[in-house]
Nanobody, 123 residues
């Protein structure tokens, strides 16, 4: 019943922009922080960004700060990740995940996960 569904991943040229969406259902959206993680082949899953609407908190990894922006539309139970100035190093499967109340950088703290959406940035 709980679902997180990512969408928006595609092939994009370096320097381009892309917006990912994470649509949530089956739980009280406003009570959860939504994190974005990514995983490239041969690398561990890493935290990218997070938003906690209830606490007014946002988080960005150093590698994406200034280029990515996370936002939430609570009426639609959807979180967005706006990605600008994309680099080939951003190529990965991007996942959204839900953690109760507060953002965390640790994947094992999150309760629910989506299936991921692939972002490929060509050079």
């Amino acid at each position: 019943e709980v679902q997180l569904v990512e969408s928006g991943g595609t092939l994009v040229q370096a320097g381009g922009s892309l917006r990912l969406s994470c649509a949530a259902s089956g739980f009280t959206f406003d009570d959860y922080a939504i994190g974005w993680f990514r995983q490239a082949p041969g690398k561990e899953r890493e935290a990218v960004s997070c938003i906690s609407s209830s606490h007014g908190d946002t988080y960005y990894a150093d590698s994406v700060e200034g280029r990515f922006t996370v936002s939430s539309d609570n009426d639609k139970n959807t979180v967005y990740l706006q990605m600008n100035s994309l680099k080939p190093e951003d190529t990965a499967v991007y996942y959204c995940a839900a953690e109760y109340e507060l953002c965390s950088n640790y994947a094992n703290e999150y309760d629910y996960w989506g299936q991921g959406t692939l972002v490929t940035v060509s050079s």
